[in-house]
């Protein structure tokens, strides 16, 4: 089993930015991949930026060039730092994590609001 915490959720204007941060606990096996997801009212999960323990990096088209993943192997958390944020961004952010076996684990999630 995986826990993940999500934090940073916030209301912030358009244009601002913002980080969020998940840190991951229990079963952490060495070859994974960390990321964020996020589910608009009315709009299905969509990918917004996923990074592998090697590096690897993928972004949601949407989020290219304004958000940026991070990651710590060693403290086993991903960070996602948002700029030049939207009104359409406004989402639950949920963290995700996969493992090699492809058993993957969601965090609880964090409310991002963008007002103009």
């Known amino acids: 089993q995986v826990q993940l915490v999500e934090s940073g959720g916030d209301l912030v204007q358009t244009g601002g930015s913002l980080r969020l941060s998940c840190v991951a606990s229990?079963?952490?096996?060495?070859?994974?991949?960390m990321g964020w997801y996020r589910r608009a009212p009315g709009k299905q999960r969509e990918l917004v930026a996923t990074?592998?323990?090697?590096?690897?990096?993928t972004y949601g088209d949407s989020v290219k060039g304004r958000f940026t993943v991070s990651r710590d192997n060693a403290k086993n958390t991903v960070d996602l730092q948002m700029t030049s944020l939207k009104l359409e961004d406004t989402a639950v952010y949920y963290c995700h994590y996969r493992d090699f076996l492809s058993y993957e684990y969601w965090g609880q999630g964090t409310q991002v609001t963008v007002s103009s």
């Open positions: 990074m592998s323990s090697g590096g690897s990096k």
């Open positions: 229990g079963s952490i096996a060495s070859a994974n991949a």
